[in-house]
């Protein structure tokens, strides 16, 4: 996103519409040799980062069009709101599971990993019959996995599994918030070593 400032409150569609068009608005009076499509096209992109996105990704260009204003500013306002659910935590949609006692054989929890296959998957089977300290659980493959303490539901981020579009979505914009974040971290770290 191009202007951190945007991301102080949520926005709702006509919010994010009006602020676009208000924009849109002063730069025609600014710049009247624009057209209507290229003001709406350059508030986008400067207020939320988007426009280029919704013209390179979707091929829905108002900048050239003026009769795709409607539909561009639908689409930006789609990838708007994936950011902003994720700025403001995604993870907030989802159950966090802490504690052993939540779980029941057959549940499902899921983490973010971080690495190239983004999610693992883990099936509880039951506390250990011997240590109330640790649980078994099977690893997508539905093979046992080692120990699984019980306090790493504390330490780490754990959510109940839902085996449905929709909660993969939300894991999607998840793991957005969390690159947006790690970006964040290194343009900082190139700044100051800049």
Known sequence: MNNENQHTKQLS???????????????????????KGQSIFNAVDTMYGVGSIVQLNHSIDCFYDDSK??????????????????????????????????????????????EASGFIVIEFLCEHPHSPRYSLFLDNCQDGMKKFWNDRLQDEKWYRYEDSKEFWNKL???????????????????????
């Open 69 to 114: 204003i409607d539909e561009f500013l639908d689409k930006c306002w789609s990838v708007y709101e994936i950011y902003q659910r994720a700025h403001f935590g995604a993870e907030n949609e989802m159950e966090r599971i802490t504690d052993i006692k939540q779980l029941k054989p057959g549940d499902k929890i899921v983490k973010y990993t971080g």
């Open 172 to 194: 999607h914009i998840m793991e957005v918030g969390i690159l947006q974040k790690e970006i964040s971290s290194i343009l900082k770290r190139i700044d100051k070593n800049s």
């Open 13 to 35: 569609k006509e919010e994010f519409i009006a602020s676009v068009k208000q924009q849109a608005g002063i730069d025609l009076k600014h710049h009247p040799e624009l057209r």
